[in-house]
């Protein structure tokens, strides 16, 4: 999600510095008496001037903004991803945490150990992880229950177990 704002702040920094610049060269023309490059405002003038807030554009407008505003508010305060997971420590007052990256890699590793596994892909949240194995074997058998049983070792060893809880699901080559 960091790379999303990051990305939507950027654009809208641009249009902003594009429109900024925009406004201060139709000012210029208008000073000097010139007719307007990109925006009519004299046109725009005359009809702003015959709108109330009684008139549907007005009220259209404002809607439009209020909600624009309440979107932006919500995708600003919802929690993205955690960046790091605590991790139990084990000398008092030192707090050990592993990034989350770090934690699928691991995850990765481990849900690939058992036999008959071509590949996994991990994704970890705050409660859950979710691997999802590929085998190429027709008819997967209990690989299920060992790749489950090899990530959640991979917990245990950890000290994750409680905190998180991991779903797998595997893919047969038929599938």
Known sequence: ???????????????????????????????????????????????????????????????????????????????????ALPLPSRVESVRTTASQRGIERTLRAAATRPDGVREATVRARRRTVRVRAATALRDPGDLQSRVTGAVTERLEELGLSGTLRPRVT??????
Do not use: C, K, Y
């Open 1 to 83: 999600m960091a790379v999303v704002n990051r990305v939507l702040a950027t654009l809208l920094a641009l249009a902003l510095v594009l429109g900024g610049l925009l406004a201060v060269a139709e000012i210029v023309l208008a000073a000097f008496g010139q007719q307007p490059w990109l925006v009519p405002h004299p046109d725009w003038t005359s009809w702003l001037a015959d709108q109330t807030l009684a008139s549907t554009a007005v009220r259209a407008a404002l809607v439009g903004a209020v909600v624009l505003g309440l979107v932006l508010l919500v995708l600003a305060l919802r929690r993205g991803r955690p960046g």
């Open 170 to 175: 595997v893919r047969g080559a038929g599938r």
